[in-house]
């Protein structure tokens, strides 16, 4: 069964350093999401992202978070200078159709900040 | 308005019982209702979902309950199992336009074997 991967699985950064969370998702897909969750909370989403553009983003995706797609493959997550509480599990998600059917999620990313 | 609210946090059950975990949302404008299953260092994935024009949809021991009215919906596992020990989210969102899905708090749920 096709599969979204991210990489790392694991990362830990200083405060006040950049961030990469790469995401490849499922090869046909179009639509592309990240979210979050923080330790013991619900998962909430920051981002969509369609034809080379963010189509809605959360109040949560500040001017310190982007996304990109660079190539025809990766899908990335840019935290410029993480703080404390950017601490949490990122997950990228996608869809091969507009509206919330037929998500697939990756195993996420743990980011701490120290 | 965009939250949905779901209960309870945690849920012991034993072998064979019935699960039950309950959710609540305020905005109407809500149209597609999932439910996630997602065991550790795993992402979230689909169990099964429903529409708002039918009261019940049941896919193996799974089910879920809709009342429209009440603006809440259930989700039924029947004789659990312990493998389905893990942590559930219920979710909504709009079919057209946003396509961000609105998560509950989510419910660990342990099946005692």
């Known amino acids: 069964e096709p599969e979204v991967t991210q990489t790392p699985s694991h990362q830990v950064t200083q405060m006040g350093q950049e961030v990469i969370l790469r995401c490849v998702p499922i090869s046909n897909h179009l639509y592309f999401y990240w979210y979050r969750q923080i330790l013991g909370q619900k998962v909430e989403f920051l981002v969509s992202f369609y034809n080379n553009e963010i189509s809605e983003k959360s109040e949560i995706f500040d001017d310190q978070f982007s996304v990109e797609r660079p190539d025809g493959s990766n899908f990335t997550l840019k935290i410029r200078s993480t703080k404390l509480e950017d601490s949490a599990m990122y997950f990228c998600a996608s869809s091969d159709r507009q509206g919330a059917y037929g998500y697939t999620f990756g195993s996420g990313t743990r980011l701490t900040v120290v | 308005q965009q939250q949905v609210k779901q209960s309870p946090q945690s849920l012991i059950v034993q072998k064979g019982g019935i699960s039950i975990i309950n959710c609540a949302y305020e905005n109407t404008a809500f149209d597609y209702f999932p439910w996630y299953q997602q065991f550790p260092g795993k992402g979230p994935a689909l169990l099964i979902a429903?529409?708002?024009?039918?009261s019940e949809k049941k896919e193996g021991r799974f089910t879920i309950s809709f009342n429209k009215s009440a603006k809440q919906f259930s989700l039924h596992i029947m004789d659990s199992q312990p493998g389905d020990s893990a942590t559930y989210f219920c979710a909504a969102s709009t079919i057209q336009g946003a396509q961000k899905l609105v998560f509950g708090q989510g419910t660990r749920l342990t099946i005692n074997p």
């Open positions: 429903i529409r708002p024009d039918v």
